[in-house]
């Protein structure tokens, strides 16, 4: 496939949720309404753990914190669905207007989320609330965790791939209602887990058309074997975030190999791509990416600069650092990678080059 052939992102619209934290007011809130259930030494870890500067703030989506510790279980559903319609909605919504299309022009659908389950799935909320045609081919992905946008956008790429060239688009949905899996204990993957989890939605539009950001290559690693590393579990008929200690080892690895398959083969170096919007999975580990890749604190820049405004919402937030990219500037011909990991355990890649 030549370069002027080749599928291109036409606008990328973020969406956070509308109730926001700071990280010691949110770290406060917990220890005074869990203290009973903490014990004195995870009393002394989330303390240390909210108290680290890598986050300021987190937004949520919820009218008022006590949402969380009220709501049933029927509730809690009630809530993601929502929720996740609303901001996902917006998004979409606002990213069809940012590319200048109509909802007739939407040929295909892909949504992701882990963090709740509908069926019928969000696609078909989104069908309604969008008025987008009926014929459309749409598709909901679940499970790929924090990674899961760039396989939603090889998902998507391949729906735009049967279309003629200049015809059509298609939309490309990630939402999380991580408050949606809220629990609270002892167990340091949930104190973890409580310091670093926002809210949020964003929405791509895919299309053939001469300018956006040409999608050049995807790559992809799988490391079954370390699927208890990170994943959600079930217990008692609720998730529950489950996270090692040693993910920033872990991710890395399999990080390092995605980018050594995009770059390879078209003898680039990670100092020839200029821009990396790499998902802000907690300070640790993208520190550990950046090394083992060879980054520097520029390149990184906008990885923690999310980081701190928004946490970690999961499989959206990747799509926000693009959004901070571009605030601090993108021209003709930069390269740019979107690199995600999560749930599999699994990374993700995407190389991605501007076109005007």
Not at 33 to 50: G, V
């Amino acid at each position: 496939m030549t370069s002027s052939s080749r599928p291109r992102i036409a606008a990328v619209v973020t969406v956070p949720g509308p109730y926001v934290m700071s990280q010691a007011e949110a770290g406060e809130y917990l220890e005074r309404h869990y203290e009973a259930r903490l014990s004195a030494a995870s009393r002394r870890r989330l303390r240390a753990i909210f108290a680290h500067p890598a986050i300021g703030r987190r937004h949520f989506a919820f009218a008022d914190p006590d949402e969380i510790r009220r709501e049933t279980r029927d509730e809690r559903v009630a809530r993601f669905t929502d929720q996740a319609l609303e901001l996902a909605g917006q998004a979409a919504s606002r990213s069809l207007t940012a590319a200048g299309l109509a909802a007739a022009e939407i040929e295909g659908l892909v949504v992701n989320t882990c963090t709740g389950y509908l069926c019928p799935g969000l696609s078909t909320y989104l069908i309604e609330r969008l008025g987008l045609p009926p014929t459309l081919k749409a598709y909901d992905l679940l499970g790929s965790g924090c990674g899961g946008s760039v396989p939603n956008l090889e998902v998507s790429e391949g729906i735009l791939g049967r279309q003629p060239a200049g015809k059509g688009a298609v939309l490309s949905v990630s939402v999380e209602i991580c408050t949606a899996t809220f629990q609270m204990g002892n167990d340091l993957s949930l104190i973890l887990s409580n310091a670093l989890f926002g809210d949020g939605a964003a929405a791509a539009v895919l299309w053939r058309r001469p300018d956006g950001y040409e999608l050049v290559a995807s790559a992809s690693r799988y490391v079954p074997e370390q699927r208890e590393a990170i994943r959600y579990v079930y217990r008692e008929g609720e998730l529950h975030n489950q996270l090692s200690l040693e993910l920033p080892d872990l991710v890395k690895v399999a990080a390092g190999q995605v980018v050594e398959e995009l770059l390879a083969p078209r003898k680039l170096r990670p100092a020839d791509v200029r821009h990396w919007a790499v998902h802000t999975g907690g300070e640790k580990i993208v520190q550990a990416i950046g090394e083992e890749i060879g980054l520097s604190d520029q390149q990184l820049a906008a990885t923690r600069r999310v980081l701190a405004d928004y946490g970690n919402m999961s499989s959206p937030t990747v799509w926000f650092v693009l959004k901070e990219l571009e605030i601090r500037g993108i021209v003709e011909n930069d390269w740019i990678i979107l690199l995600t990991f999560g749930a599999g355990l699994a990374a993700h890649g995407y190389l991605l080059r501007k076109r005007a």
